[in-house]
């Protein structure tokens, strides 16, 4: 599915191509229609799943010309952070047209906001409060609006807004649109929601967990002992077709596993550092800078240490081994795709940890693919240099061949000095 394939106009494809953004997300693929048909619509999506655009781009659409008059569309949030986002939203999108956007929230001066929409406005944003109070001065005149959002419905309500959200429904004409998103369903939600929509279509697209409908989710079936020389692999080539990857913050259960990682990461020539409890402050931050920085391509994190990490736009994220709790696999994968890229999730998974990944999708209502294993080289620490017959002339497999895959070889790496050899996972 593409955006074309919505109905979109090409100024609005425009915009989109702009954005980068290839292909609709899916309350886009069922919103953008739905609207453009005209239809009111009940959406269950959070934040994160694209639904801004899911109602903006289709209302930029339908409000066609503008007259720069009075707002034909009406979007209501709950907080002036979002409004602000959603008005940014509105211009971005509405680049090629030639519609006017307005935003107005509390908290600030009222002035500009009377100023701007006597300037002429098609889309209007605003907090219920600050509305109110520009219709109650007569600085607003709802009288044209077509097109009504209810956005972010269950926080308008935890917030205390039902009341002003009823008077503003009652000053709306009442032939026209409405769209109500909502990331959970209460009672009161959909109370409201009958009160005022007609006939809606019914969107639901993050029943349990928006996170894991973001992330794409790969597994790659690895023995235990072979999973530090995948996991080399992947840091060179990718998981498939990517190329080399540079930052990636991988997941281990311990502490102490965390540490052997990092070394065992440093020793094939990845930079690494380990990030955990035991780790004090300075030593957490200066990971962690080094990692934004892009000095080092892998912090290697136990549970607790990841939460609360700050880090925009994470490419990917490795389970190097699953945890015992899939909602922390969830809350470990939600590190990457954030801000809406769409990210990625590698899990190292050993048969012992096939019941945990069971456990996983069940959780997620969603099967974690496996990819084919790719044939990756074993490289181990070069034996000590006293060693008799250790010598750099000892090359391609002739050196004798301890038993078991974690076996050394005498063929030096080109990174790093260590020994190489290609075999298969299984
Ligand atoms: P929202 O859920 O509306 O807050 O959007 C979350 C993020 O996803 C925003 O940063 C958007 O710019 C981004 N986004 C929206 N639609 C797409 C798309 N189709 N592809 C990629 N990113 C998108």
Redesign the pocket.
């Known amino acids: 599915m593409k955006?074309s394939d919505l109905g979109l106009s090409p100024e609005l494809l425009r915009a989109?191509a702009d954005?980068?953004?290839?292909?609709?997300?899916p309350?886009?693929q069922q919103a953008i229609p739905a609207v453009l048909g005209g239809r009111d619509v009940l959406a269950g999506?959070?934040?994160?799943?694209?639904?801004?655009?899911?109602f903006v781009l289709p209302l930029l659409q339908r409000t066609v010309a503008a007259d720069g008059r009075t707002p034909r569309v009406l979007v209501l949030t709950p907080t002036r952070e979002l409004a602000a986002?959603v008005a940014e939203?509105a211009r971005v999108y509405g680049r090629y047209t030639n519609l006017r956007t307005t935003v107005i929230f509390g908290g600030v001066s009222e002035k500009p906001q009377i100023g701007a929409l006597r300037a002429g406005c098609d889309i209007l944003i605003a907090t219920p409060g600050r509305l109110l109070d520009l219709v109650d001065q007569g600085a607003l005149d709802l009288s044209r609006v077509k097109h009504f959002v209810l956005d972010e419905a269950d926080r308008m309500l935890d917030m205390g807004f039902i009341h002003d959200i009823k008077r503003i429904i009652r000053s709306l004409p009442a032939a026209r649109q409405n769209l109500m998103f909502s990331a959970t369903y209460s009672d009161d939600i959909r109370d409201l929601a009958a009160r005022f929509l007609r006939d809606p279509i019914s969107i639901e697209v993050a029943p349990r967990n928006t996170t894991a409908e973001r992330v794409e989710q790969v597994a790659f079936a690895v023995p235990k002992e072979m999973k530090r020389h995948l996991l080399v692999h992947l840091f060179d080539h990718g998981a498939s077709g990517e190329g080399t990857w540079h930052q990636v913050l991988v997941f281990t259960r311990t502490k102490h596993g965390a540490n052997r990682l990092a070394q065992q990461l440093e020793n094939a020539g990845i930079r690494a550092a380990a990030i955990h409890g035991n780790k004090s402050q300075a030593a957490r931050v200066r990971a962690l800078a080094d990692f934004k920085d892009g000095n080092i391509a892998a912090l290697v994190a136990t549970e607790v240490a990841s939460r609360g990490l700050d880090i925009k736009e994470l490419p990917q994220v490795v389970n190097y081994e699953l945890p015992n709790v899939p909602e922390d696999y969830v809350h470990r994968i939600g590190r990457t795709a954030r801000?809406?890229?769409?990210g990625r999730a590698v899990s190292l998974v050993s048969p012992d940890e096939a019941s945990l990944l069971r456990d996983i999708e069940r959780t997620m209502r969603r099967s974690v693919p496996f990819l084919p294993t790719p044939k990756f080289e074993v490289r181990e620490p070069k034996p000590p240099v006293s060693r008799p017959n250790a010598s750099p002339d000892n090359r391609g497999g002739s050196a004798p061949r301890p038993k078991g895959p974690g076996g050394r070889l005498g063929s030096r790496s080109r990174r790093s000095g260590r020994s190489r050899r290609s075999r298969n996972a299984f």
Do not use: M, N, R, W
């Open positions: 955006f989109v954005k980068g953004y290839d292909t609709p997300t309350i886009q999506a959070q934040t994160g799943t694209g639904k801004t655009a899911g986002q939203s801000a809406g890229s769409t």
